[in-house]
């Protein structure tokens, strides 16, 4: 059974840090495009960041470039999510996803991702 256990979330002050966990179970996370979304109070869902192929392919949101990192453990069998520089807007509930697509590269629109995590929440506030 596919599974996610997402981790890391929290409260923090603005311009602080945080780093996400996806661990994954049930599955081998490098055969997939692993993409982390997030979604605020009233929003819609927001691709954050996706990673395919043991990292040799990222992307990122144009709001979270150059303050997020996304990477992957492979003998963890997880993805993390670097997160510097917050900011209020930054606040909101944390999914990662699964896109069993095969391919090279990996996209951030919600539609093509197969399996979901729960989510954690993270609150960027002073």
């Known amino acids: 059974q596919l599974q996610f256990v997402e981790s890391g979330g929290g409260l923090v002050q603005p311009g602080g840090s945080l780093r996400l966990s996806c661990a994954a179970s049930?599955?081998?996370?490098?055969?997939?495009?692993i993409g982390w979304f997030r979604q605020a109070p009233g929003k819609e869902r927001e691709g954050v960041s996706c990673?395919?192929?043991?990292?040799?392919?990222?992307n990122y949101a144009s709001s979270v470039k150059g303050r997020f990192t996304i990477s992957s453990d492979k003998a963890k069998n997880t993805v993390y999510l670097e997160m510097n520089g917050l900011k209020p807007e930054d606040t909101g509930v944390y999914y990662c996803?699964?896109?069993?697509?095969?391919?090279?590269?990996?996209?951030?629109?919600?539609?093509?991702?197969?399996?979901w995590g729960q989510g954690t929440q993270v609150t960027v506030s002073s």
């Open positions: 990673i395919r192929s043991s990292g040799r392919y990222t």
């Open positions: 049930g599955f081998t996370l490098d055969y997939y495009a």
């Open positions: 996803a699964a896109d069993r697509a095969r391919g090279n590269t990996c996209g951030r629109l919600s539609g093509r991702y197969d399996y």
